[in-house]
C-alpha cells in the first residue's frame, strides 16, 4: 500500500522568503508524485509532477520539487514567496503496478500562510 | 472545454434525506472519481470508476453509491443522509497519457451541510 505524510499542516512563510513544502511518500513500486494546490472555495489544480524522468521537476508559479529516491521525499519549493500563493497544499502518489489503476493517494494537505 | 463540472455547488440536507451529485466531464478521460474533502483529513476516494459501465469502491464507501451514466458522466448518491456526510465534494477525471501520466482533473466542489 502507498501513503503520503505531509510534515507541517500549517506553514507561514514572509513575503520574498523561501518556501519549502515537505512530503515523503511510501510506495513498494517506483511512484509517480504530484503536487496539488487548492485556492479558497476552488477545487484542487495540479502545480507539477514526477513521472520517473528528470528528478527535478519543474511546474507552475515557480513552484519546484527534487524526487530523492534515498529519502522517499518529493518536497516542494519556491525561491519567493507572493501574497497570492497562500493556498493549501496537497502532495500525492500513485503507482502503476495494477494496469489501468489510477488512483491516487494524498496527503492531509499544508495551509500556507504568507506573512506580508 | 469546461473540464469537470459539478452539480449543485451548495446543498443543505435534512438528515434522512437523499440527493444526487450530478458530474461531467468533457476531456474524453476514462476514469472518474469522488472524493470527500474533511478538515484536516485530506481527500479521501469514495469510489472511482476506472471505464464507461466500471465502479469500484475506494477508502470511505459506506453511505454512498454511484453511476457512471456513460463516458462523460459519473453521479454520487446519497440514499440517507447523516449529519457526518457533512463535507465538501469532489469529481474528478484522468486519462493514462504517453509515457504512463494519468494526472486528475478536479471540478470546482460541492459542499454539502446535513442537519
Known amino acids: 500500500a502507498q501513503s503520503v505524510t505531509q510534515l507541517g499542516s500549517h506553514v507561514s512563510v514572509s513575503e520574498g522568503a523561501l518556501v519549502l513544502l515537505r512530503c515523503n511518500y511510501s510506495s513498494s513500486v517506483p511512484p509517480y508524485l504530484f503536487w496539488y494546490v487548492q485556492y479558497p472555495n476552488q477545487g484542487l489544480q495540479l502545480l507539477l509532477k514526477?513521472?520517473?524522468?528528470?528528478?527535478l521537476v519543474k511546474g507552475i508559479n515557480d513552484f519546484e520539487a527534487e524526487f530523492k529516491k534515498s529519502e522517499t521525499s518529493f518536497h516542494l519549493t519556491k525561491p519567493s514567496a507572493h501574497m497570492s500563493d497562500a493556498a493549501e497544499y496537497f502532495c500525492a502518489v500513485s503507482d502503476l503496478s495494477n494496469f489501468g489503476n489510477e488512483k491516487l493517494t494524498f496527503g492531509t494537505g499544508t495551509r500556507l500562510t504568507i506573512i506580508p | 472545454n469546461a473540464g469537470v463540472t459539478q452539480t449543485p455547488k451548495f446543498q443543505v440536507l435534512k438528515t434522512g434525506q437523499s440527493m444526487t451529485l450530478q458530474c461531467a466531464q468533457d476531456m474524453n478521460h476514462n476514469s472518474m472519481y469522488w472524493y470527500r474533502q474533511d478538515p484536516g483529513m485530506g481527500l479521501r476516494l469514495i469510489y472511482y470508476s476506472a471505464s464507461e459501465g466500471t465502479t469500484d469502491k475506494g477508502e470511505v464507501p459506506n453511505g454512498y453509491n454511484v453511476s457512471r451514466l456513460n463516458k462523460r458522466e459519473f453521479s454520487l448518491r446519497l440514499e440517507s443522509a447523516a449529519p457526518s456526510q457533512t463535507s465538501v465534494y469532489f469529481c474528478?477525471?484522468?486519462?493514462?497519457?504517453?509515457?504512463?501520466?494519468?494526472?486528475?482533473?478536479f471540478g470546482p466542489g460541492t459542499r454539502l451541510t446535513v442537519t
Open positions: 474528478a477525471s484522468s486519462s493514462r497519457l504517453a509515457g504512463g501520466s494519468h494526472e486528475q482533473y
Open positions: 514526477y513521472t520517473s524522468a528528470a528528478t
